[in-house]
């Protein structure tokens, strides 16, 4: 049997029903075409190579098809199934398609539309299976670089990181506190041609102003008391690498002085040497703060930000990209029940649509340490709303929707009053969270997205005028 055909599996209990079903399949489409006449050996069949289409009858003795066709979702929930009906049964067979399965007809059957039911169906699966493994290995790909994601926003970065990687532009990297801006930093490195070296990170706002010049410098033997010997700095430490200065809008300004020097001439001179040291050293600078705004209060040099600002990507906070929620959540969830030698766990529905909705102050390190909590003192394998984080939000928005009075309306129109009220209200912040994203709003609200868009036009909201402009990379 070749191994890059798809398998068609066909279940009838009559011998040779079932074989007249192969063969018409058989000579029409071009796949492995295998007939049973029992649903026990359809699942033995399934449990070892899961076909991707199967034509079952209804009626059969050992297990009916519609049990046939839960079992087979169990073993793989994007085969598709087509039931075959007799006359008088099709009521089973909308029983068939509530459970799951593709499409159905009925006996006597007509060949061509037989054909063009599974070869439909087919090419359904065929682009589920292809669409799944493409975000697979997009998610893949993001893991190596150690960025979880696939929206837009996330697909931007990684984009623009191909683009740079092996230059020696200097990047700012800016975002909320918890945003991944350390891990960004490393994501570039190591897509970079220096990734065969380690790269230098430097806490900026840990170390006092005297140390962090000696850190990042060096020092001359005697060039100040105790300095018995001399000491290469951290810039020498990164050459041919990368250094990351950590929050570098907390850096006092007498080295951002020196700082720019090296930027511009890419040499340094250690404390008490008389003589430059040339560098080779990409510099990648972070920071959670507005550097304009320490400009202007004189405590950062203009010079020194176009100097950095070669270059600017800002990390989205969670709130901004609420569809990579559950695979950054579901990240962390293998991440600890690997360390802590958990079953394999999973989280629940509720769960999943509380942490979409959840306002993450504290971002991708907040969502991290409750994955963690959970991991550690969930009772269950599924991991449940109540195990996440329940503080309320401090969104004022979140507050009492204020609504007219309609006592002098109808019940029926006074009604009609408030639910538009309450949609508009409800519908309108959603989107605000999304920035215009419907897509995610749906997924916040608990909707589908095109019943979502429905709503929206009956209450006349426009998703655009909520659409933020993309300050992925400036």
Same mark, same amino acid.
């Given at each position: ?5 798809? &398998? ?12 007249? &079903? ?6 029409? #489409? ?12 359809? #699942? ?7 076909? $991707?289409?199967?034509? *079952?009858? =209804? ?24 039931? =075959?009906?007799?006359?008088? *049964? ?14 159905? %007809? ?14 439909? !169906? ?20 993001? #893991? ?5 994601? *696939? ?6 970065v990684l984009d623009l990181f191909s683009r740079i990687a092996d230059t020696d532009v200097t990047v700012l990297v800016r975002g909320e506190s918890g945003t991944g801006k350390e891990l960004a930093a490393r994501a570039l490195h190591a897509m970079s041609s220096r990734s065969s070296k380690e790269m230098i990170t430097v806490n900026c706002p840990a170390l006092p102003e005297h140390i962090l010049e000696s850190e990042l410098f060096g020092y001359s033997r005697g060039a100040f008391t105790g300095a018995t010997s001399a000491k290469k700095g951290l810039f020498i430490a990164a050459n041919k690498s990368t250094i990351l200065l950590d929050e570098i809008a907390d850096i ?38 507005? &550097? ?7 405590? %950062?040099?203009? /010079?020194?930000?176009?100097? $950095? ?22 990240? %962390?969830?293998?991440?600890?029940? @690997? ?12 769960? =999943? ?41 401090? /969104? ?8 007219? !009075? ?15 009220? %309450? ?16 897509? @995610?709003? @749906? ?8 019943? $979502? ?7 006349? =909201? ?13």
């Amino acid at each position: 049997m070749p191994e890059n055909k798809p &398998l068609i599996l066909v279940v009838d209990d009559n011998e040779d029903m079932a074989e007249l &079903l192969g063969k018409i399949i058989r000579r029409n #489409i071009d796949a492995n075409v295998q007939s049973v006449t029992s649903s026990a050996a359809a #699942i033995d069949i399934a449990r070892k190579t899961p076909p $991707l289409v199967v034509v *079952t009858d =209804i009626k059969m003795p050992d297990m009916d098809g519609l049990e046939l066709l839960d079992r087979l979702k169990l073993i793989d929930s994007d085969i598709g199934v087509i039931v =075959i009906t007799g006359y008088g *049964t099709v009521e089973s067979a909308v029983k068939a398609l509530k459970k799951g399965a593709y499409d159905y %007809f009925q006996k006597p059957f007509d060949n061509k539309r037989l054909v063009h039911v599974v070869k439909t !169906c087919l090419d359904h699966v065929l682009l589920k299976k292809k669409s799944a493994r493409l975000k697979e290995q997009l998610y893949e790909e993001s #893991i190596n670089y150690g960025i979880v994601g *696939t929206s837009h926003r996330i697909r931007k970065v990684l984009d623009l990181f191909s683009r740079i990687a092996d230059t020696d532009v200097t990047v700012l990297v800016r975002g909320e506190s918890g945003t991944g801006k350390e891990l960004a930093a490393r994501a570039l490195h190591a897509m970079s041609s220096r990734s065969s070296k380690e790269m230098i990170t430097v806490n900026c706002p840990a170390l006092p102003e005297h140390i962090l010049e000696s850190e990042l410098f060096g020092y001359s033997r005697g060039a100040f008391t105790g300095a018995t010997s001399a000491k290469k700095g951290l810039f020498i430490a990164a050459n041919k690498s990368t250094i990351l200065l950590d929050e570098i809008a907390d850096i006092p300004v007498s080295i951002q002085t020196k700082l720019l020097r090296v930027l511009q001439e890419k040499e340094i001179r250690p404390l008490g040497s008389t003589h430059n040291i040339k560098i080779d050293v990409r510099v990648i600078a972070s920071t959670n703060q507005s &550097l304009e705004e320490k400009i202007k209060k004189g405590e %950062f040099r203009e /010079d020194l930000f176009y100097r $950095l600002n070669v270059v600017s990507v800002t990390m989205p906070a969670l709130r901004e990209i609420p569809e990579d929620i559950p695979l950054i959540a579901n990240h %962390f969830l293998r991440k600890y029940t @690997a360390k802590y030698e958990r079953e394999e766990m999973s989280f629940s529905r509720e769960a =999943i649509k509380f942490m979409i909705s959840y306002p993450w102050p504290g971002n991708v390190r907040q969502l991290e340490n409750a994955v963690k909590r959970a991991v550690l003192l969930s009772d269950s394998n599924e991991i449940s709303a109540a195990c996440l984080p329940q503080e309320k939000s401090e /969104d004022p928005a979140m507050g009492e929707i204020n609504m007219p !009075c309609f006592d002098n309306l109808p019940y029926k129109d006074a009604k009609e009053a408030v639910l538009k009220c %309450f949609s508009q209200h409800y519908l309108t912040r959603t989107l605000k969270k999304t920035g215009g994203n419907v897509t @995610a709003a @749906a997924a916040m609200v608990g909707l589908e997205r095109q019943a $979502l868009q429905r709503i929206l036009r009956k209450y006349g =909201i426009k998703s655009a005028e909520f659409r933020k402009k993309d300050n992925g990379s400036e």
